[in-house]
């Protein structure tokens, strides 16, 4: 399984950004797929999954905020991030569960800056 990650970048407190995750090597439809974050120093922390019959969830600290949605046809998924604050600066990242094992993406960079 790999993943393609995209939509990173640099916005400033209160801003929005999307990020993706196009995936291949696995039967996309079927998965559930999680959105990690990595801040400098910090443990990786789960932020969002959803499932293959497009079941969501978040931590408590993205809910409201951020939205995780799918597009089977084009195997991505997306992480759609608003109200950014300075604490969601992290590295990240795409993952699945799949054949026994998780499979991660390289990872994208968000940085909020106040």
């Known amino acids: 399984v790999t993943f393609v990650e995209s939509g990173g970048g640099s916005v400033q407190a209160g801003g929005s950004l999307r990020i993706s995750c196009v995936a291949s090597?696995?039967?996309?439809?079927?998965?559930?797929f999680n959105w990690y974050r990595q801040a400098p120093g910090k443990e990786r922390e789960l932020v969002a999954y959803?499932?293959?019959?497009?079941?969501?969830n978040y931590a408590d600290s993205v809910k409201g905020r951020f939205t995780i949605s799918r597009d089977n046809a084009k195997n991505t998924v997306y992480l759609q991030m608003s109200s950014l604050k300075p604490e969601d600066t992290a590295v990240y990242y795409c993952?699945?569960?799949?054949?026994?094992?998780?499979?991660w993406g390289q990872g994208t960079q968000v940085t909020v800056s106040s």
């Open positions: 993952n699945v569960g799949a054949y026994g094992k998780p499979y």
């Open positions: 090597g696995t039967i996309f439809s079927m998965r559930t």
């Open positions: 959803i499932s293959s019959g497009s079941s969501t």
